[in-house]
Every structure is written in C-alpha cells, then in structure tokens.
C-alpha cells in the first residue's frame, strides 16, 4: 500500500474565510407577477444573449417530456456555472472552474414552498481539473506547485494534489495544505518519474477510484539527475523533448526544463484510495487502452463509472494521446472500454472492447453511465486525430455485448449538449442546443439508442438539468 500524507486538521485548514454570505434582493427572481412563471421539481440552467451580454437563469418545470417554458418573467437568475452539480435530489451546486478568482460557487435548493432558492454561502473554491461525490462531500481536484520548501536548486517545486471539499449539508468548504513534512505529492506518482493529476472521482464503499492520468515530467522531475549525470527520469532518446524555453497557451502553455505530456501512452492506471483524504492508495495497470479521459482545454472528463450491481467499474479512453505531436507519444491504442472488478481490486483480464471499429473510426469526448447495461457517449464526427473534428454525436453503448448504437432522432444541428445529463427510470435526460429553433431536452432511449423531444425552453443555450426535491 503507497502512501502520501496530508496535513493532520484537513478540514480545519482552510475553512475560516472561505464561506462568504451572499443574499442578494435583486438576485432573487428574473421577475414576478408573469403567467409564464413555472413550477416543478424539475431543474434546467439556461443562458440567455442579448446585445453580447450572458444572463443565467434557473428554470423549473413539471416536465421533461413535453411543453415549453420561457425565461421572461421567469426562474431564479445566478452567476453562472463551470459544471452544474446535483447532489443526490436535494442540492444543486454550480460548480465554477476558478482561475484567478473568476467565479464563485453557490449552492441552490427546493424550498418546502416548492420554490427554488439561492443558499447562504458562497465559496471560492480551488482551481479544479475534475470533480466527483463522496459521502456528505463534492470533491474537486487539480495538480499544483507543492511545498516551497522542496523546492530544488533550480527553485522548481515538486507537484502536488490540491483537493477541495464542499459540505453539501453544512455549506463548509475546506482545502488541503501541504508542507515539508507532509508534501502529498503526485511527482513520481507511478514509479516512472512521471506527475499524475486524477480524473474522475467515484466512490466505491468507502474507497474512491480515480484515473491517474500522467502528465510528463514537471521541471523539479526532469531536472533529476543520475550520479553520472544522466537525466533520471527522461527515456533515452527523448531529450529533446525537455522544453528549452517557456512558451504555448492556455491549457498547453509549459515552461522551460518541463517535459511535456507522458512519454507512456499505451497504459492506463487506475488509483484506488483508501478514503477521501487521498492519503493511502492502490495503482492498478492495463496496457489494453490508453489513459482513462477526456479531455477539454484544461478539464479532465471522468470516464471510470461504477456499474449499478456495484461489482464492476467501467474504465473508458478515448485515446487522447493520438494526439500528441510527437510519435513517441502518440499512443498506438484504439478508444476502448475495459473494466475492474471492484471485489478483487484487479482488471478483468478477459474484458475488452475496440469501440472505435465500433464507430468507425471515430473516438468520444466524454462518457455517462445511465444505469443498467447502458453508456451514454458523445461522440466525434470523425477521428480524434482530425483537427476539425466536433462532438455533436451521441451514442449508447451496451456493456454486456459491446454493441455501440448512434442515437437517432436528435436535431441535425445540433451546436452543443449540456454538460451533465440526468438519468430517470432507465432513461437518459440532456439538453441539446442547436443553430436554429430553441434549445430542448431530449429523452434519450438506451434499448433503442433513440432520442426524442421534450420540454423546449426559450433560451439561447441549455446548460444541465436535473431534480430537486424539497427539504
């Protein structure tokens, strides 16, 4: 059993300061006194343009299977969300990816008037690259400059997992700390010298899976150094792939000394850890597809998923590393599906799918398991090495006999999806957008790998949709 170690009082660390009262009148409704205001346990987050201004909007309905609804006069405006996360049926959180203090989260909640209301507190919550549940918590998580004390002779600091928890009940929030003592570091995380960051987190019992997805090596990991001087941890013949200069942008901006991207992109790892500290783990290994994630500028899309019966989790890959610049790590991997058997803590070595000759080639972004033998997948419209490729497919996959269908009867213009679907009575719940017409929930049939129209909203984008019930 690895272990990293946490600073002892974790959830005492940082949530002094992090809460902030927020209660604001005029944020209270789009407007009052409107036949068009709706009622229902149903939740839909909109966006409304005009004149090049986003206004947000959170809509309830009766249905989703029918009618239409607007947002003149109508639902409960908010700030916007990064991810739109239902916790169970009683909160709703709109999760925002903060960089520099760009947004905050709130939290929102059917009251027992059956009206949707804005919680208390606020947060400004970590920089995050991935979030899951665990028991009373959402958790977010990135990778990060660890403790200055280590850093090296160079000044380059290990990485290290930065983690974030959201109390759903007691609207708390609390971080991580790292120190000298208690560096928590993902450097080096599988053995290769390599840093990970984690995708996907779904608790298993007490446990929590997550992909460990390898990133390269940061700069404190290149610059280590054999006695002979030799690099450590850079394969032989890849030299010339340590940055010489800082440069790029965005999600692909690196810095000098760094080795960007794995130099192994024909294995996929799976951590499995102890608990929700993160502190005691297990790596599992398959060589049968690539890193287990999608991935989206800076976001890791989950692509582990806990089966129904709780016996098995499903592992995805989209085979990201395709493409890479570099042949050397390029992964030689098709998009696939593999799954571990969560009483053995092991892979099954006799389940395996190629689900790009399933689709001709083509790869997915992102994955949703919707209960029973079915996947939701949203597909590319053509390979993954295409640089012009868009996802505005949808597919369901079939577990049991690795049968992918396309969806049919979605729009054929269709501009987006939003980012969470809600799964009901076997049945998949997304929100679709499209270039012409307003945007519209379509329930999606997993047997029949069929889609039809539902609730129509008078929005200009759908975002998520879900339940809430009353408290």
Known sequence: MKKNHLLT??????????ALTACSDDESNGGSGSSNVTTGNY???????SSSTD???????????????????????????????FYGNRYLYALNYNQGEAGTTQSFVMNSAGTLEKRSQEYYVNRFTTYGYYDKYIMTTSTGDGPSE?????????????????????QTYASNSVSES???????????????????????????YA?????????????????????????????????????????????????????YPDECWVAIFTDQTL????????????????????????????????????????????????????????????????????FDSDYYYNLEERADGASFLRSWYIGGEYFLLLMYDKPITDSDKVANRLAIFNVSNGELSFV???????????????????????????????????????????????????????????RLESE
């Not at 005492?12 to 300061?17: D, E, I, P, S, W």
């Not at 939740?43 to 343009?49: P, Q």
């Not at 840093?195 to 929590?208: C, F, H, I, M, R």
């Not at 054999?226 to 690196?254: C, F, M, Q, R």
């Open 43 to 49: 939740v839909i987050a909109a966006t409304v343009t």
């Open 150 to 170: 280590l850093k090296d002779e160079n000044g380059y600091l290990p990485q290290s997992f930065l983690i974030s928890y959201l109390d759903v009940v007691n």
């Open 408 to 466: 049919s009867g979605l729009p054929s213009d269709v501009s987006g999806f939003g980012n969470t679907p809600y799964m009901e009575n076997g049945s998949a719940y997304i929100a679709v957008t499209t270039t012409s017409g307003y945007p519209a929930i379509y329930r999606i049939e997993p047997s029949s790998a069929t889609a039809t129209q539902g609730l129509v909203v008078k929005a200009t984008s759908l975002n998520g949709v879900g």
């Open 211 to 263: 992909a460990a997805v390898p990133m390269g090596l940061s700069q404190y990991g290149c610059m280590q150094k054999n006695e002979d001087g030799s690099y450590k941890w850079v394969l032989p013949g890849n030299e010339d792939l340590i940055k010489t200069e800082s440069g790029g942008s965005g999600s692909g901006a690196y810095d000098k000394d760094e080795l960007q991207w794995t130099q």
């Open 55 to 85: 206004t947000y909007v959170l809509l309830t309905a009766e249905s989703l299977d029918e009618g239409e609804i607007t947002t003149v006069g109508n639902g409960l405006v908010n700030e916007g969300a990064t991810y739109w996360a």
């Open 279 to 346: 502190t005691e783990y297990k790596l599992l290994k398959t060589d049968k597809i690539s890193y287990a994630s999608g991935r989206y500028k800076s976001q890791y899309y989950q692509m582990n998923w806990l089966a129904d019966d709780g016996n098995y989790m499903y592992v995805f890959s989209p085979s990201y590393a395709k493409t890479m610049s570099d042949s050397r790590q390029q992964t030689t991997l098709p998009a696939g599906v593999v799954r571990i058997n969560t009483q053995s803590e092991e």
């Open 182 to 208: 208690t560096p928590f570091l993902s450097e080096n995380f599988l053995g290769n010298g390599e840093y990970v960051t984690l995708a996907g987190l779904e608790q298993v019992g007490s446990k929590l």
């Open 9 to 18: 009082g974790l959830f005492a660390a940082t949530v002094a300061g992090m």
